[in-house]
Protein backbone atom coordinates (compact mmCIF):
# COMPACT_ATOMS: atom_id res chain seq x y z
CA UNK A 1 0.00 0.00 0.00
CA UNK A 2 3.12 2.18 0.34
CA UNK A 3 3.63 1.97 -2.97
CA UNK A 4 0.26 2.72 -4.12
CA UNK A 5 0.46 5.61 -2.07
CA UNK A 6 3.51 7.08 -2.86
CA UNK A 7 1.84 6.23 -6.95
CA UNK A 8 -0.45 8.43 -6.14
CA UNK A 9 1.13 11.24 -4.51
CA UNK A 10 3.72 10.80 -7.60
CA UNK A 11 0.26 11.37 -10.10
CA UNK A 12 -0.51 14.32 -8.17
CA UNK A 13 2.95 15.99 -8.22
CA UNK A 14 2.88 15.29 -12.09
CA UNK A 15 -0.51 16.21 -12.38
CA UNK A 16 0.57 19.65 -10.18
CA UNK A 17 3.69 20.27 -12.35
CA UNK A 18 1.89 20.01 -15.60
CA UNK A 19 -0.89 22.16 -14.22
CA UNK A 20 1.78 24.34 -12.10
CA UNK A 21 2.26 26.58 -15.62
CA UNK A 22 -1.81 26.56 -16.12
CA UNK A 23 -2.01 27.74 -12.62
CA UNK A 24 0.16 30.64 -12.76
CA UNK A 25 -0.95 31.40 -16.43
CA UNK A 26 -4.31 31.64 -14.45
CA UNK A 27 -3.44 33.74 -11.26
CA UNK A 28 -1.78 36.30 -13.72
CA UNK A 29 -4.80 36.33 -16.14
CA UNK A 30 -6.94 36.95 -12.78
CA UNK A 31 -4.68 39.48 -11.75
CA UNK A 32 -4.76 41.16 -15.43
CA UNK A 33 -8.70 40.30 -15.06
CA UNK A 34 -8.82 42.11 -11.92
CA UNK A 35 -6.56 45.30 -13.16
CA UNK A 36 -9.23 45.43 -15.87
CA UNK A 37 -11.87 45.38 -13.62
CA UNK A 38 -10.25 48.23 -11.35
CA UNK A 39 -9.88 50.11 -14.64
CA UNK A 40 -13.30 49.80 -16.15
CA UNK A 41 -14.80 50.64 -12.63
CA UNK A 42 -12.33 54.02 -12.48
CA UNK A 43 -13.79 54.66 -16.04
CA UNK A 44 -17.27 54.52 -15.13
CA UNK A 45 -16.67 56.31 -12.10
CA UNK A 46 -14.93 59.14 -14.24
CA UNK A 47 -17.98 58.43 -16.69
CA UNK A 48 -20.56 59.29 -13.90
CA UNK A 49 -18.25 61.83 -12.57
CA UNK A 50 -18.86 63.71 -16.06
CA UNK A 51 -21.94 63.09 -16.70
CA UNK A 52 -23.01 64.67 -12.97
CA UNK A 53 -20.74 67.50 -14.27
CA UNK A 54 -22.23 68.06 -17.77
CA UNK A 55 -26.14 67.85 -15.98
CA UNK A 56 -24.88 70.73 -13.69
CA UNK A 57 -23.59 72.75 -16.36
CA UNK A 58 -26.72 71.78 -18.67
CA UNK A 59 -28.84 73.64 -15.76
CA UNK A 60 -26.15 76.76 -15.03
CA UNK A 61 -27.29 77.07 -19.01
CA UNK A 62 -30.99 76.48 -18.79
CA UNK A 63 -30.67 79.09 -16.30
CA UNK A 64 -28.71 81.44 -17.65
CA UNK A 65 -31.12 81.08 -21.00
CA UNK A 66 -34.43 81.64 -19.06
CA UNK A 67 -33.10 84.54 -16.92
CA UNK A 68 -30.92 86.31 -20.13
CA UNK A 69 -34.09 87.58 -21.97
CA UNK A 70 -35.88 88.89 -18.55
CA UNK A 71 -32.54 90.78 -17.92
CA UNK A 72 -32.81 91.79 -21.98
CA UNK A 73 -36.30 93.03 -22.08
CA UNK A 74 -35.53 94.95 -18.19
CA UNK A 75 -32.32 96.79 -20.18
CA UNK A 76 -34.31 97.19 -23.38
CA UNK A 77 -37.30 98.79 -20.77
CA UNK A 78 -34.24 100.89 -19.38
CA UNK A 79 -33.15 102.14 -22.82
CA UNK A 80 -36.56 102.96 -24.37
CA UNK A 81 -37.55 104.74 -20.95
CA UNK A 82 -33.81 106.64 -20.83
CA UNK A 83 -34.83 107.57 -24.78
CA UNK A 84 -38.05 108.66 -24.21
CA UNK A 85 -36.81 111.10 -21.03
CA UNK A 86 -33.95 112.17 -23.57
CA UNK A 87 -36.46 113.05 -26.29
CA UNK A 88 -38.84 114.71 -23.69
CA UNK A 89 -36.03 116.95 -22.83
CA UNK A 90 -35.29 117.82 -26.28
CA UNK A 91 -38.47 118.56 -27.61
CA UNK A 92 -39.60 120.62 -23.83
CA UNK A 93 -35.63 122.52 -24.37
CA UNK A 94 -36.54 123.23 -27.92
CA UNK A 95 -39.97 124.22 -27.27
CA UNK A 96 -38.85 126.69 -24.57
CA UNK A 97 -36.06 128.28 -26.65
CA UNK A 98 -39.05 128.95 -29.73
CA UNK A 99 -41.20 130.36 -26.92
CA UNK A 100 -37.95 132.73 -25.94
CA UNK A 101 -37.27 133.16 -29.59
CA UNK A 102 -40.98 134.59 -30.58
CA UNK A 103 -40.60 136.22 -27.36
CA UNK A 104 -37.56 138.40 -27.65
CA UNK A 105 -38.62 139.20 -31.26
CA UNK A 106 -42.86 140.20 -30.27
CA UNK A 107 -40.26 142.43 -27.50
CA UNK A 108 -38.63 144.33 -30.17
CA UNK A 109 -41.47 144.32 -32.68
CA UNK A 110 -43.21 146.13 -29.38
CA UNK A 111 -40.93 148.22 -28.79
CA UNK A 112 -40.27 149.61 -32.95
CA UNK A 113 -44.54 150.25 -32.38
CA UNK A 114 -44.16 153.80 -31.36
CA UNK A 115 -41.30 154.93 -33.93
CA UNK A 116 -43.79 152.70 -36.45
CA UNK A 117 -46.37 154.41 -35.59
CA UNK A 118 -44.44 158.25 -35.69
CA UNK A 119 -43.65 157.10 -39.50
CA UNK A 120 -46.91 155.97 -40.47
CA UNK A 121 -48.30 159.54 -39.34
CA UNK A 122 -45.64 161.58 -41.51
CA UNK A 123 -46.01 162.39 -44.73
CA UNK A 124 -43.71 159.42 -46.46
CA UNK A 125 -46.07 157.12 -44.35
CA UNK A 126 -49.15 158.26 -45.43
CA UNK A 127 -48.15 158.67 -49.22
CA UNK A 128 -46.75 154.51 -48.64
CA UNK A 129 -50.57 154.00 -47.69
CA UNK A 130 -51.94 155.61 -50.32
CA UNK A 131 -49.49 154.10 -52.58
CA UNK A 132 -50.52 150.24 -50.63
CA UNK A 133 -54.28 151.54 -51.08
CA UNK A 134 -54.20 151.99 -54.67
CA UNK A 135 -52.65 148.10 -55.44
CA UNK A 136 -49.39 149.83 -56.53
CA UNK A 137 -47.35 148.89 -54.20
CA UNK A 138 -48.02 144.96 -54.66
CA UNK A 139 -47.26 145.04 -58.61
CA UNK A 140 -44.09 147.20 -57.35
CA UNK A 141 -43.11 144.66 -54.55
CA UNK A 142 -43.37 141.62 -57.57
CA UNK A 143 -42.51 143.18 -60.38
CA UNK A 144 -45.61 142.70 -62.50
CA UNK A 145 -45.62 145.86 -64.10
CA UNK A 146 -46.36 145.99 -67.97
CA UNK A 147 -43.01 145.05 -69.45
CA UNK A 148 -41.18 144.92 -66.62
CA UNK A 149 -38.80 141.70 -66.13
CA UNK A 150 -36.75 140.34 -62.57
CA UNK A 151 -32.80 139.80 -64.33
CA UNK A 152 -30.49 138.99 -61.28
CA UNK A 153 -32.92 139.94 -58.88
CA UNK A 154 -33.25 143.41 -60.01
CA UNK A 155 -36.70 144.51 -61.45
CA UNK A 156 -36.17 146.51 -64.53
CA UNK A 157 -38.38 148.33 -66.65
CA UNK A 158 -39.00 147.72 -70.40
CA UNK A 159 -40.40 148.86 -73.09
CA UNK A 160 -43.87 146.55 -73.71
CA UNK A 161 -43.32 143.98 -76.88
CA UNK A 162 -46.83 144.97 -78.40
CA UNK A 163 -46.88 149.18 -77.81
CA UNK A 164 -43.26 150.00 -77.35
CA UNK A 165 -44.04 151.93 -74.10
CA UNK A 166 -42.63 151.92 -70.89
CA UNK A 167 -45.25 151.68 -68.31
CA UNK A 168 -44.94 152.65 -64.34
CA UNK A 169 -46.84 153.56 -62.01
CA UNK A 170 -49.40 156.54 -61.10
CA UNK A 171 -48.00 158.82 -58.37
CA UNK A 172 -49.87 160.02 -55.28
Known amino acids: MNKDVEEIFENIRDVVAVHQDD ?92 ELAKWAASKEGKAVYQFATQGELQRLMRCQGDGWQVKNGVCYPFPNSETSKVHGWRMP
Open 23 to 114: VAAMGKHVAQMKSELQTVGLSIRALEEASRKAEAAGQRITQQLTEAPRITRDRAKMWVGLAMLAALLFFAAGGYAGWRYAQDGVTKEIAQLP
